[in-house]
């Protein structure tokens, strides 16, 4: 059964502005992962480019480009929708892994899945 897993409160995430990182289990291995606000919407990915999988962050937490409109890779300037993790331009091969989140009473969740845990200490 998905549990929801309490990750930050609603105003730590501003429309294109800094991520909120934590870290999960993705397949097994524990990976980081981003929740951004995009167009008032709050939304979570893997942070891992889809064209070589390494972190796409430029600076830490950091995931826009200049104008706000895209989730940018700083390695090899892949672009991704901050809506739908789609690729939009540059060298990515497919979409970024997507978390599902919601939000209530000023708290933004995240879902786990089967393949999306949380860490374990």
């Known amino acids: 059964m998905d549990a929801t897993i309490p990750l930050c409160n609603s105003a730590d995430l501003v429309n294109g502005g800094r991520a909120v990182p934590f870290d999960i289990v993705y397949a097994g291995q524990t990976c980081r992962a981003f929740a951004i606000r995009y167009q008032g919407g709050v939304y979570a990915y893997l942070n891992r ?13 950091r995931f826009f480009d200049n104008t ?3 989730l ?6 892949a672009t991704y929708q901050p809506d739908t993790g789609a690729c939009s331009g540059g060298p990515c091969r497919g979409g ?3 978390i599902e989140l919601s939000e209530r009473d000023g708290v933004v969740h995240w879902h786990t ?9």
């Open 49 to 61: 480019c889809t064209h070589v999988a390494m972190e796409m962050d430029y600076q830490p937490d």
């Open 68 to 70: 706000g409109r895209w």
């Open 72 to 77: 940018m890779c700083a390695t090899h300037g």
């Open 96 to 98: 970024l892994v997507k």
């Open 113 to 121: 899945a089967y393949n999306l845990k949380p860490v374990e200490f």
